[in-house]
């Protein structure tokens, strides 16, 4: 008797786990990733490159991953360079972007190049191993400030007439957050104590229905609501 197609699907335990690659060139946040990819039951790391140069050199152990996890600021060359590459390659692994820009430059050259999905770099460790799988089975994950950014784009809608939904002391906070600086800086050049930057913190995150200072920062640019520097 022929055994039925459940009979000839190995058990999910003894499945090999998908092979994903890191494109990234910060140390920490390059250990980071590993380790989310890594810690994950159905995910395994195939290696790790800092640079283009470094991702060209890696060869099988990039082209035959599962997953290439790429970032857009590298040293010798934009990210999206690479996931164009891989998108024109036959067989070559989907593209996850994982980014601290959020500037509508860098999205849409990301998507258009051929990026299958798009996450902020301060995404948790359980997002980022449900975003791979995800990429893995078709689908397109997207950190929400990213996908309300595009939605206004593509809606053609604008933000200039309306009124601005943070105070302009969370304004203030939010600006110097966007420079780099801790909470405990943004208190003392302030004048306010440190609980009270982060009660304002808060109240930010929740007006923008964002969860991290990046997607706060992003979120507000677009608004226009705080100015980023150039570069």
Known sequence: MRDGPADRC????????????????????????????????QLALAGAAASLGEAHQAGSALYAAAVAMVDLGLPDGDGAELIAELAARPGAPRVLVISVFGDERRVIRAIEA??????????????????????????????????????RRFQGA??????SPITPRETEVLTLVARGYSNAEVAGLLGMSANTVTTHTKNIYRKLAVRSRSEAVFEAAQLGLIRLADG
Not at 158 to 163: G, L, R, S
Request: glycine share 8%; hydrophobic share 35%.
């Open 114 to 151: 051929g990026a299958d999905g798009y996450l902020l770099k301060d995404s948790g460790d359980t997002e980022i191993g449900t975003a791979v799988l995800s990429v893995i089975t078709g689908e397109s994950p997207i950190s929400p400030a990213i996908a309300r950014h595009l939605l």
């Open 10 to 41: 190995p058990p999910a335990a003894s499945r090999a786990p998908h092979a994903v690659y890191v494109v990234e060139d910060d140390p920490h946040t390059r250990e980071r990733l590993g380790a989310a990819v890594a810690q994950h039951p």
């Open 158 to 163: 604008t933000q200039a007439c309306e009124p």
